[in-house]
């Protein structure tokens, strides 16, 4: 289940990606992330409960989504999640 949930983000994302590079803002794309790409994350979660490591892996699709719109990992990413809102995926679902 989990990886049709991650296959569905991804396919999403890299679409609101591909379109959103005209847009020459990463704001705009983080934006569209959470629009678009996060309900049907969470939805997920909603859905069926899910083990610690597959949040882990869901969790890390949002990484994944950052470094592609940013570049950059370890503490920045950290820093970036914070600064955006796009908090661990269990703080979210219990938000």
């Not at 591909?18 to 996060?38: F, G, H, I, Q, R």
């Not at 610690?52 to 999640?81: P, Q, W």
């Amino acid at each position: 289940m989990c990886l049709t949930c991650e296959s569905k983000i991804f396919r999403a994302f890299n679409c609101i990606y591909s379109k959103s590079k005209d847009a020459n803002s990463e704001l705009v794309t983080v934006e569209l992330l959470k629009s678009y790409c996060l309900p049907g994350l969470l939805c997920a979660t909603e859905a069926i409960s899910l083990a610690a490591t597959d949040m882990r892996i869901l969790d890390n699709c949002i990484s994944r989504a950052l470094y592609k719109i940013f570049g950059v990992s370890d503490e920045s990413m950290l820093h970036m999640r914070h600064c955006y809102g796009l908090l661990n995926l269990i703080n979210m679902i219990e938000n």
